[in-house]
Every structure is written in C-alpha cells, then in structure tokens.
C-alpha cells in the first residue's frame, strides 16, 4: 500500500472525502461504488467497485466463444480496466486500464464500429498493437457498467453489420444479467 501524506477527518456524519487528486488518479467518478475492507491491523480499505469484476470467470467464457464463433480478437472491460480476452496476447492487455478513447466510446452509450478512414482507437492505455474495430458498452438499468468489443490488428478487415448485431446482443444480454 502507498502513502500520500493526505490527512482527512471523519465529520459528524461519519464521512470522510477522498481528495480530488485520488479521485481523478483512480477515476472515481461521483456515484461510483466503493468497497470497504478492514484487517487485523486497523486499516480500512477502499476498492472501487466492480458489478463485471464479479463476472471475471464468465466474461472470460463469453470472450471465448465470441472468438471462436466470429474468430475476432474480443475483449471485454468495467469502467476501468480490461477484464477478459480472447484470441490475443494475455499479458498485453489484461488488467491494463482503458484507453480515454474506449473510456469516450462508453460514456457516449452508443456502439461504435471501426470505419476506414476513422482515427484508429486504442483499447489501453500504453498499448498501441491493437486498435477498436466493434464495441457495444454494457448498460443494467441506466448504468454504464462496461464494454464488450472486437479488436484489430494491422491487416485485418473492417468488420461488417453481422459482428455489429453479435456485440449489441451480447452487451444487451449482460446488461440484463447484472439486473437479476
């Protein structure tokens, strides 16, 4: 665990406000879930939340069957990080955070299809190998929970209406889940 040399007191509430350099560095945004952990030792610990995270087993089987049934590198992310992958190198996008292009992509709610001509997005950050050909964010009852997509590599084709209709069913399909 890292120290910031940030000093907070607890209100009359019971509250206590994560300061806005935290916030913006870990992307906690207004309205995000947080989880609170304790050990042993008097620590009390914040994690953001993650309604995908909790799906991680699932979202990896999901992505195994995209590839094999489409045979496109798919991946899947929360708000803040690449959860699962399929028919890629592991190591190079798992656990990496999203890109700022994936990031406007999600917040704008709408699927977005890779066209020729169009500014190549990135799925992560610091990673350029692969760019966004198909993402259909993942929304349960009004709320942005994450992204399923298709991605690139140099040479590959521009996908078509039928990868489309395959994400939105699949996006729409785990929106309605996480309702349950």
């Given amino acids: 665990m890292k120290a910031t ?3 907070r007191r607890i209100d009359d509430l ?3 406000v994560i300061p806005k350099e935290i916030r913006r560095t870990m992307r906690i945004r207004e309205g995000d879930p947080l989880e609170i952990y304790t050990d042993k030792d008097g620590e009390v610990i914040f994690k953001k939340y993650s309604p995908l995270g909790d799906l991680t087993d699932f979202a990896a089987q999901i992505c195994d069957t995209l590839y094999k049934t489409a045979g496109h590198i798919t991946a899947m992310c929360d708000r803040d990080t690449i959860i699962a992958l399929s028919g890629g190198v592991r190591r190079e996008l798992m656990d990496r955070r999203i890109s700022k292009d994936l990031e406007h992509i999600m917040e704008g709610r709408q699927i977005y ?3 020729a001509g169009d500014t190549r997005l990135v799925p992560a950050e610091g990673v350029d190998r692969y760019g966004i050909s198909v993402a259909a964010p993942v929304i349960s009852e009004g709320d942005l929970m ?3 997509m298709f991605l690139y590599t140099e040479g590959s084709g521009i996908l078509g209406e039928t990868e489309l ?8 399909f785990l929106g309605k889940q996480m309702e349950i």
């Fill in 5 to 7: 040399g940030i000093v």
């Fill in 14 to 16: 019971g509250r206590v």
């Fill in 113 to 115: 299809r890779y066209s």
């Fill in 146 to 148: 994450g992204c399923v």
């Fill in 165 to 172: 209709k395959l994400l939105q069913t699949v996006s729409g």
